[in-house]
Nanobody, 124 residues
Framework: QVQLVESGGGLVQAGGSLRLSCAASGFTSSIYAMGWFRQAPGKEREFVAA????????YYANSVKGRFTISRNYAKNTVDLQMNSLKPEDTAVYYC?????????????????WGQGTQVTVSS
């Protein structure tokens, strides 16, 4: 059993930066990968980035590549998402999720534990 809590969302102007954090607790040794997903109003949830829990391999959606960086904070047991050069199109509720079975994935259904989400709003 894994529990996830997101934080760090807020309002930022286009071109600005924001850092999200996802705190993991519970049976964290069972986690293979952590992912960030987002859902904009009226849109389906989409993949943003993922990182291996132990190996720290990373993967990014093309829409955020070069602007977002996913990383682990081992001391705090968190996965962070540094978002730079933000665009209004990045406005969404951002969710972190844990994948238990081996293998990296961008598919929402492959992630079994989810946080409650944090709102990110980018103004123009």
């Amino acid at each position: 059993q894994v529990q996830l809590v997101e934080s760090g969302g807020g309002l930022v102007q286009a071109g600005g930066s924001l850092r999200l954090s996802c705190a993991a607790s519970g049976f964290t040794s069972s986690i293979y990968a952590m992912g960030w997903f987002r859902q904009a109003p009226g849109k389906e949830r989409e993949f943003v980035a993922a990182i291996g829990w132990s190996r720290t391999n990373t993967y990014y959606a093309n829409s955020v590549k070069g602007r977002f960086t996913i990383s682990r904070n081992y001391a705090k047991n968190t996965v962070d998402l540094q978002m730079n050069s933000l665009k209004p199109e990045d406005t969404a509720v951002y969710y972190c999720a844990a994948k238990i079975p081996p293998g990296m994935s961008t598919l929402e259904e492959q992630y079994t534990s989810w946080g409650q989400g944090t709102q990110v709003t980018v103004s123009s």
